[in-house]
């Protein structure tokens, strides 16, 4: 399948600092990305989707100011949290889809974990 | 509403013996997708199958099938000769549409269920 990368998996940083987060897809193009992000022994809740050339859209309730999203070129998406709060500790994950013949298939990066002390 | 609906939170199968995992889903969109993803510990999501609406016949890949009943709304993942290494946190998802890639659709987004940890005992 697809390779998704994302950098760093991990990050352990003081309260009010920024964390960017990058998603690349390896071998194909992605004019959209999506943003994840996952609590402990929950599931996956989508935060934004992240267009090449355009504005990301944010889910509800997902403050834009605080998760900066760039969609800078078609195979990378970054993500910024920005002065962030010990409450913003998550696993943040993204993903890409695909085209694969008679659907898109979407495939995942490995995963962030922020630690915000 | 819940779109998609895992209704086992955890499952326990023994080494080499089948396991179902369940997955109903609700959508008025005649195009769908549905996906199985499979999540280890280490937290990446391994992507494991996919069924499309308009599929006749049922997905399989390797020891994965999904046991699609279009009428009862349930997608089904079936793993045969369950290995230790199938331990893990499984979700199933769907998409309303057939492709992600229609700018400006938010509808063709996943929509995850809860989860189900199955685990694999020698």
């Known amino acids: 399948g697809a390779v998704v990368s994302q950098h760093p998996s991990w990050v352990i940083c003081k309260s009010g600092t920024s964390v960017k987060i990058e998603c690349r897809s390896l071998?194909?193009?992605?004019?959209?990305m999506f943003w994840y992000r996952q609590f402990p022994k929950q599931s996956l809740m989508l935060m934004a989707t992240s267009n090449e050339g355009s504005k990301a859209t944010y889910e509800q309730g997902v403050e834009k100011d605080k998760f900066l999203i760039n969609h800078a070129s078609l195979t990378l998406s970054t993500l910024t949290v920005t002065s962030a709060h010990p409450e913003d500790s998550s696993f943040y994950i993204c993903?890409?889809?695909?085209?694969?013949?008679?659907?898109?298939?979407?495939?995942f990066g490995p995963g962030t974990r922020l630690t915000v002390l | 509403a819940q779109k998609i609906t895992q209704t086992q939170p955890g499952m326990f199968v023994q080494e080499k013996e089948a396991v179902t995992l369940d997955c109903t889903y609700d959508?008025?969109?005649?195009?769908?997708?549905l996906f199985w993803y499979k999540q280890p510990s280490s937290g990446e999501m391994i992507f494991l199958i996919y069924q499309g609406s308009y599929d006749q016949q049922n997905a399989t890949e390797g020891r994965y099938s999904l046991n699609f009943q279009k009428a009862r709304k349930s997608a089904n993942l079936v793993i045969s000769a369950s290995q230790l290494g199938d331990s893990a946190m499984y979700f199933c998802?769907?998409?309303?549409?057939?492709?992600?890639?229609?700018?400006?659709?938010?509808?063709?987004?996943?929509?995850f269920g809860k989860g189900t940890k199955l685990s694999v005992i020698p």
């Open positions: 959508t008025s969109d005649p195009s769908y997708g």
């Open positions: 071998d194909f193009q992605a004019t959209t």
């Open positions: 998802a769907m998409r309303e549409g057939l492709f992600f890639q229609v700018s400006g659709a938010g509808s063709y987004q996943l929509t």
């Open positions: 993903s890409a889809p695909q085209p694969s013949g008679r659907s898109d298939t979407q495939y």
